[in-house]
């Protein structure tokens, strides 16, 4: 039995081809995320980066790429600082949508929780 994402893959798969034009694999749309990310921020602030989630967008029309990573924390309550359980960083995540047909970039953003 295919799960969901699979096949919307292969129906988005199969109307690019009907219309002629070529669809880029997920593989493809996380390395392009990935490359973006690592354009747009300080190395120094991506510790840890992580590949969360991949997803074909409801409309087929995008990759929907998130990454965690850490950050350091640069500002904690000073009653954890004083009792030394402020963490180092935290957790943020950012979400690529990536078009299917060019590649593009289209968007990056904080995902809903």
């Not at 292969?10 to 392009?32: F, H, P, Y």
């Amino acid at each position: 039995m295919q799960r969901k994402t699979d096949t919307a893959r292969t129906m988005a798969c199969n109307t690019c081809r009907t219309i002629g034009l070529e669809m880029i694999k997920a593989k493809e749309a996380v390395q392009i995320a990935r490359d973006q990310i690592l354009e747009w921020f300080n190395e120094d602030e991506l510790q840890a980066l992580e590949l969360k989630e991949v997803e074909l967008s409801e409309d087929e029309r995008l990759w929907l790429i998130t990454f965690s990573y850490s950050v350091k924390r640069t500002n904690s309550v000073a009653s954890e600082i004083m009792s030394g359980t402020a963490p180092d960083s935290v957790r943020t995540s950012k979400m690529f949508a990536i078009d299917v047909e060019s590649g593009e970039v289209r968007s990056m953003k904080q995902p809903k929780r």
